[in-house]
């Protein structure tokens, strides 16, 4: 094979690992709750396709990282772009998928990175929803802390109740 051409082959499976990453991010209930209820802002959907982007590139500038690296920087995106602090148990497992897929596109195993994309598309959970409680005013709220309720179709996300943390945020977790 020419130069040319495993450049190509190349650039051609570095796109397959970047869909791989995008499966498990659009794929993820914390990403789509942030994005359904405009957390992200008015340019959420491109801040998703962004996050995409930065973390394909984060896999690739860095050698050998460890999960908790991933969790670290995901954890801190989605932090600054979605106003989002993951705490339901999900970003581990969102971390590992990556790490095996990437793992998958290192070892040149595309069949099986393809078949991994093609099974997080097809088992991709339903939509969950968050809804502001109706409130009587908005002159009524004295400064309090609006909580946000979560209602889901999910039987995997029906024991997340929202809670305020000391910093203020409401946040939607597994209680412990």
Not at 144 to 153: D, K, L, P
Request: aromatic letters at 8%.
């Amino acid at each position: 094979m020419s130069a040319v051409a495993n450049m190509a082959a190349s650039a051609d499976s570095r796109g397959l690992f970047t869909d791989g990453v995008r499966a498990a991010l659009h794929t993820w209930p914390v990403l789509q709750i942030a994005l359904d209820n405009g957390f992200g802002g008015v340019y959420g959907e491109q801040k998703a396709d962004w996050l995409v982007d930065v973390v394909q590139q984060y896999f690739h500038d860095n050698a050998d990282l460890e999960q908790d690296e991933v969790e670290d920087f995901i954890s801190t995106l989605m932090d600054q772009e979605f106003h989002t602090v993951v705490d339901d148990g999900s970003l581990p497992q969102v971390c590992v998928r990556l790490m095996q897929m990437f793992c998958q596109w290192q070892q040149g195993a595309l069949q099986q990175l393809s078949h991994s994309i093609q099974l997080l598309t097809q088992n991709k959970p339903p939509r969950a929803k968050v809804a502001a409680p109706p409130t009587q005013s908005d002159s009524d709220s004295d400064g309090e802390t609006q909580v946000m309720e979560f209602e889901s179709t999910s039987a995997n996300t029906k024991n997340h109740h929202p809670h305020e943390d000391e910093d203020g945020w409401t946040l939607v977790g597994k209680r412990k």
